[in-house]
């Protein structure tokens, strides 16, 4: 089985699981089946194990096997028809490619708790947003969320799965993936990590995680970290300055710079530690990214962070703007990039960026782009306007209702 003759076959299912912050287990990140009523969670009644081959695990293998179309993989066939390498086509990267049944890749969430409320998030996965969705009419019904709803108790904010994982089920793994809120507020996590060292398993363990880099790490997290046989520290940076603090909301750009600079000098001190920047491609900072590359390049030695975009919500992703707009974002990258000496010939992550501006759907939600950004900019006392004056001009081009 490959999946290049089989379009809607993956490994992950067979190698890997990912456990979400509210302990329920799906195939891996991009797996967009969240609350579904099927899906079996991780706990001190259902083990990694029970949810590794549970019905619901085992009726995703069955479809793919059989060449048939997985609704909650369609993120990746997205990618996979604008010609971005998707994670499917990557699986290789993480794990061996067999249909044998064996859990090798563990991702999962910290859980909700979060100091920061970024733009393109939500109080699904962020504590970060539970004021405002408790205060303002606005976000609870874009949220669909009551003020007294239970994803907003503080108690339910910590992915307690880290504690159910046992010494035998952590054994074959080769690559753990811990996603937010943010790892690295989480005590489990820690606790996990601490027992990955006892155990003597971190010596076979890529570690991977990312950060927020709005506050300083523990000292006791550092020793952890370095008993791994490789960490693969990913910042979450999207831009700069006030454009960060704007799209990171909560944190604060002077500190973040600090952060970043330490744990590069950690990565220096510790040769297991691969540092690197995650930069998430909105609407916002779409036309900002040479202003950040040649941050990231003048103080972490990165010259390209890796990249990934906002599919959810669609208003936000530059993939839901028009092609007029799309095109004058697209000339105004390509002549900035290529002063910044990139372009297809040199790097996969540029072909990635360009290939997503100019291959995906046509379709428009500028006027949803719009209604949101004013109500959250009312709400934080921001103005987008201000913040990004550019990206205003070249809007205010594209419609002049504005
Ligand atoms: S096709 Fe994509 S979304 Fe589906 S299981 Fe594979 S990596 Fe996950």
């Given amino acids: 089985m490959n999946t290049t003759d089989n379009k809607f076959f993956c490994f992950y ?3 890997a699981i990912d456990i979400l912050a509210d302990s329920s287990a799906v195939p891996c990140c991009r797996f967009d089946e969240r609350f579904s009523e099927n899906l079996s969670y991780v706990n001190d009644k259902n083990s990694i194990s029970d949810a590794f081959n549970s019905e619901y ?3 995703l293998r069955n479809k793919m096997l059989a060449g048939e179309k997985v609704n909650g993989c369609w993120k990746c066939y997205k990618e996979d028809d604008s010609g971005v390498k998707s994670m499917r086509v990557g699986a290789n990267q993480y794990m061996q490619e067999t249909t044998e049944i064996d859990l090798e890749y563990l991702e999962i969430e910290s859980g909700r708790f ?3 409320k970024c733009r393109s998030c939500s109080p699904t996965v962020s504590s970060g947003f539970h ?3 408790k205060s303002s009419n606005f976000m609870s019904n874009h949220f669909r969320l009551e003020p007294n709803d239970e994803i907003l108790d503080p108690k339910n904010q910590l992915n307690k799965s880290f504690l159910y994982i046992a010494k035998e089920q952590s054994q074959k793994l080769k690559y753990i993936k811990v996603t937010g809120g943010e790892p690295l507020l989480s005590e489990y996590f820690l606790e996990y990590i601490q027992k990955l060292n006892k155990w003597g398993f971190s010596k076979n363990i890529t ?9 300083l790490p523990k000292q006791k997290l550092l020793s952890a970290l370095s008993k791994f046989k490789q960490i693969d520290l990913f910042l979450s940076i999207d831009a700069i300055g006030k454009k960060s603090n704007y799209i990171r909301s909560g944190s604060d750009w002077n500190t973040m710079e600090n952060v970043a600079k330490q744990w590069y000098n950690f990565s220096v001190d510790n040769k297991n530690v691969i540092l690197d920047v995650n930069t998430t491609i909105s609407i916002y900072n779409v036309l900002y990214l040479k202003e950040l590359f040649n941050w990231t390049n003048e103080h972490l ?3 390209w962070p890796a990249l990934s975009f906002v599919h959810n919500p669609s208003f936000l992703s530059v993939s839901s703007f028009g092609v007029d707009i799309r095109n004058k974002i697209l000339k105004i990258l390509k ?3 290529n002063e910044l000496g990139f372009n ?3 790097s996969p992550r540029y072909k990635k960026l360009i290939n997503f501006l100019e291959n995906t759907e046509n379709s428009d939600k500028f006027l949803k782009f719009i209604e949101f950004t004013d109500n959250v900019d009312k709400i934080r006392n921001e103005d987008w306007k201000v913040i990004f004056p550019e990206l205003y001009r070249l809007l205010t081009g594209y419609k002049n209702s504005i």
Avoid: A, G
């Fill in 114 to 116: 979060c100091n920061l």
């Fill in 344 to 346: 297809s010939d040199k």
């Fill in 335 to 337: 002549k900035e990039l």
């Fill in 57 to 59: 695990f085992n009726n």
């Fill in 13 to 15: 299912p067979f190698r």
């Fill in 301 to 303: 030695k990165i010259k």
């Fill in 207 to 215: 570690l991977q995680f990312y950060t927020n880099s709005s506050f």
């Fill in 131 to 133: 004021k405002e969705v």
